[in-house]
């Protein structure tokens, strides 16, 4: 018998009987749903939680610290561990590194009009500043003087120097604009101080040097990103400027020998590994700390949190099979029924020579449609409750304390939900049609 003659057959054998079979499909609908809408809130959980690590920072960068920046002449062997451009070229080199950016720090007076603000200038390379979102300019082309990329919150450390009062005082954002007026920046704050101190002691007041904006970073000031609070310039522009102020006495913030004198070389606090893939970040965290480097990275925290949400989303799949296991009974029971009440056809087909596979495949065909039926709206009502949480519930919110969608249902799911309700479906009918293969023609005949 031909597979389009058994499938017309099973149809139409569902068909006879509407309502048991429209009862036996809500079982499996509700089944189906239950799995998938319980398997997509774990997706979405999993997701929120990756995206929330996201806004802290990219989660294939490794943070590195030095055990010895500070050491100076009681460290030791401090200068085996110190931040380099020598040491950066080894961490390039390790497997599945795609770069390194130095962290140069140095605090620095920013200055325009009547406002002011002391705080930490930051250099890095161009892989760094090219990673961050600006919401004005763009960064600096290569070689270009020193330029500025502020934070969407720096603004909030500026004051007014004659009140003494900024934005946490009158509530009001300083009147500081970035991209159409140079700032004043002061970097020998140690001379700026002094300067002001009056006496006899004073010593005169350092150069302030007027450096034009490259970019702000976007998002307003309630706006939470790794780059809000911090103001960020090219690396290399900052060590030709501050090499040209100190000439060759210590930096400020720069380690300094057993003599208090300057090393040649500049040494970074910190320094960004950029992996190639998150899965490859742990490795390579773990051979930086073994050179001897603090390694601090995103994929710390995923890891621990990733086993929470993977028993998370284990027990609502588990909550949700229970309902598909019940519709499968449900199947079962609606199969043996069948057979019991056509079992003289049954006989009767046997008796015209009918292959016993194509008994078997008959009700398997009944029973995968089942699944098939309850699979398919299953799915359509699946997606409409996962619409529902998403966009009118806010569930995102309440539960992560973020925006984005709690329920995520990707291809892969709705394919494999609809395969799984056949194969269900297949399963629950399978030892039915065994029993219909067994029927004695005779018997089957006889029966009324």
Same mark, same amino acid.
């Given at each position: 018998?031909? *597979?389009? &003659? $058994?499938?017309?057959?099973?149809?139409?054998?569902?068909?006879?009987?509407?309502?048991?079979?429209?009862?036996?499909?809500?079982?499996?609908?509700?089944?189906?749903?239950?799995?998938?809408?319980?398997?997509? $809130?774990?997706?979405?959980?999993?997701?929120?939680? @990756?995206?929330?690590?996201?806004?802290?920072?990219?989660?294939?960068?490794? &943070? /590195?610290?030095?055990?010895?920046?500070?050491?100076?002449?009681?460290?030791? &062997?401090?200068?085996?561990?110190?931040?380099?451009?020598?040491?950066?070229?080894?961490?390039?080199?390790?497997?599945?590194?795609?770069?390194?950016?130095?962290?140069?720090?140095?605090?620095?007076?920013?200055?325009?009009?009547?406002?002011?603000?002391? +705080?930490?200038?930051?250099?890095?390379?161009?892989?760094?500043?090219?990673? #961050?979102? $600006?919401?004005?300019? =763009?960064?600096?082309?290569?070689?270009?003087?020193?330029?500025?990329?502020?934070?969407?919150?720096?603004?909030?450390?500026?004051?007014?120097?004659?009140?003494?009062?900024?934005?946490?005082?009158?509530? =009001?954002?300083?009147?500081?604009?970035? +991209?159409?007026?140079?700032?004043?920046?002061? *970097?020998?704050?140690?001379?700026?101080?002094?300067?002001?101190?009056?006496?006899?002691? %004073?010593?005169?007041?350092?150069?302030?040097?007027?450096?034009?904006?490259?970019?702000?970073?976007?998002?307003?000031?309630?706006?939470?990103?790794?780059?809000?609070?911090?103001?960020?310039?090219? /690396? &290399?522009?900052?060590?030709?400027?501050?090499?040209?102020?100190?000439?060759?006495?210590?930096?400020?913030?720069?380690?300094?020998?057993?003599?208090?004198?300057?090393?040649?070389?500049?040494?970074?606090?910190?320094?960004?590994?950029?992996?190639?893939?998150?899965?490859?970040?742990?490795?390579?965290?773990?051979?930086?700390?073994?050179?001897?480097?603090?390694?601090?990275?995103?994929?710390?925290?995923? =890891?621990?949190?990733?086993?929470?949400?993977?028993?998370?989303?284990?027990?609502?799949?588990?909550?949700?099979?229970?309902?598909?296991?019940?519709?499968?009974?449900?199947?079962?029971?609606?199969?043996? +029924?069948?057979?019991?009440?056509?079992?003289?056809?049954?006989?009767?087909?046997?008796?015209?020579?009918?292959?016993?596979?194509?008994?078997?495949?008959?009700?398997?065909?009944?029973?995968?449609?089942?699944? *098939?039926?309850?699979?398919?709206?299953? @799915?359509?009502?699946?997606?409409?409750?996962?619409?529902?949480?998403?966009?009118?519930?806010?569930?995102? %919110?309440? +539960?992560?304390? /973020? =925006?984005?969608?709690?329920?995520? #249902?990707?291809?892969?799911?709705?394919?494999?939900?609809?395969?799984?309700?056949?194969?269900?479906?297949?399963?629950?009918?399978? *030892?039915?049609? @065994?029993?219909?293969?067994?029927?004695?023609? @005779?018997?089957?005949?006889?029966?009324?």
């Amino acid at each position: 018998m031909r *597979f389009l &003659d $058994l499938l017309v057959m099973s149809v139409n054998n569902l068909r006879r009987r509407k309502l048991r079979t429209a009862l036996t499909v809500l079982g499996v609908i509700i089944g189906v749903a239950s799995v998938v809408i319980m398997v997509s $809130l774990g997706i979405g959980l999993n997701a929120l939680m @990756l995206e929330q690590y996201a806004s802290y920072g990219d989660m294939t960068t490794i &943070d /590195i610290y030095s055990n010895n920046y500070f050491g100076g002449s009681d460290s030791g &062997d401090a200068e085996s561990t110190f931040l380099t451009d020598e040491v950066l070229k080894n961490f390039e080199r390790l497997d599945h590194v795609k770069g390194v950016s130095p962290m140069l720090n140095t605090y620095v007076i920013l200055k325009q009009g009547v406002y002011e603000t002391s +705080m930490q200038l930051t250099g890095v390379s161009r892989q760094y500043l090219e990673q #961050i979102p $600006l919401g004005e300019g =763009e960064v600096p082309e290569e070689g270009s003087e020193l330029k500025l990329i502020y934070g969407n919150w720096i603004i909030q450390r500026f004051y007014n120097s004659k009140t003494g009062e900024g934005y946490w005082e009158t509530g =009001e954002l300083p009147d500081i604009d970035y +991209m159409n007026k140079p700032m004043f920046v002061i *970097f020998d704050t140690d001379a700026y101080y002094q300067s002001r101190g009056g006496g006899e002691s %004073q010593v005169k007041p350092p150069k302030k040097y007027m450096i034009n904006a490259a970019g702000v970073v976007e998002g307003g000031v309630d706006d939470y990103n790794s780059y809000a609070y911090s103001v960020y310039t090219e /690396i &290399d522009a900052l060590k030709t400027l501050l090499k040209q102020i100190y000439k060759k006495k210590p930096i400020p913030g720069q380690p300094t020998n057993k003599k208090g004198k300057a090393y040649p070389y500049f040494i970074y606090d910190r320094a960004m590994v950029f992996v190639d893939d998150m899965a490859n970040v742990t490795d390579v965290q773990q051979m930086i700390t073994d050179m001897g480097y603090e390694a601090n990275s995103q994929m710390q925290w995923i =890891e621990q949190s990733q086993q929470t949400y993977d028993v998370i989303q284990l027990v609502l799949g588990g909550i949700g099979a229970i309902s598909l296991f019940v519709a499968a009974i449900g199947i079962a029971n609606t199969m043996m +029924m069948s057979i019991y009440e056509r079992t003289k056809e049954i006989g009767v087909i046997k008796v015209l020579g009918c292959d016993m596979g194509n008994i078997r495949n008959m009700f398997l065909m009944e029973s995968g449609f089942i699944g *098939f039926m309850g699979g398919v709206v299953g @799915l359509i009502i699946s997606y409409t409750v996962s619409y529902v949480m998403n966009n009118y519930l806010g569930i995102g %919110q309440i +539960m992560m304390g /973020i =925006e984005g969608d709690i329920s995520r #249902i990707p291809l892969w799911l709705s394919a494999s939900a609809v395969v799984f309700a056949i194969l269900v479906g297949m399963v629950a009918g399978f *030892f039915p049609s @065994l029993r219909a293969m067994r029927l004695s023609p @005779l018997a089957a005949i006889r029966n009324e």
